[in-house]
């Protein structure tokens, strides 16, 4: 990982609950950094935030799940080799935290991820468990 500065640019964290500024996907995904446009394009489809890809409506009005999905997909765009994961599929369905973990684990880059979450059904995205209630690792 080299020096402190380059650790840091490599590590990312999403919360439960993530902020969003007033804009569009795209401002809020990309905070005003250049990117990977079909990089940008294939987390969209992945996500299935699809419906406000072409929005230019206020992102800050949206759903729980389309919020977190958002949050992914900004911390994504960064392509961290460590990513901290709170509580992110708490408000999604489902067949969409399914299909956003699968997505997740088949990423190349990730080194790493943190998933804390209280549903028991995403162990089975991850090839580690630790387990604070039982202080062990399986």
Do not use: W
Not at 21 to 34: A, F, I, Y
Not at 46 to 65: C, F, P, T, Y
């Amino acid at each position: 990982y080299g020096d402190i500065t380059k650790f840091h640019q490599q590590v990312t964290f999403v919360s439960q609950s993530p902020y969003l500024v007033s804009g569009s996907l795209e401002d809020n995904v990309t905070l005003g950094r250049e990117y990977d446009v079909a990089y940008y394009a294939t987390l969209v489809e992945a996500l299935a935030i699809e419906d406000l890809k072409d929005s230019q409506r206020n992102i800050r009005k949206v759903s729980g799940g389309q919020r977190q999905r958002i949050a992914i997909m900004r911390a994504l765009l960064k392509r961290p080799r460590i990513l901290f994961l709170d509580e992110v599929t708490s408000a999604l369905d489902t067949a969409t935290q399914n299909t956003t973990l699968q997505f997740l684990s088949s990423l190349p880059f990730i080194d790493l991820i943190f998933f804390i979450s209280h549903r028991d059904e995403c162990r089975r995205f991850f090839k580690k468990e630790i387990s604070l209630e039982k202080f062990k690792i399986s």
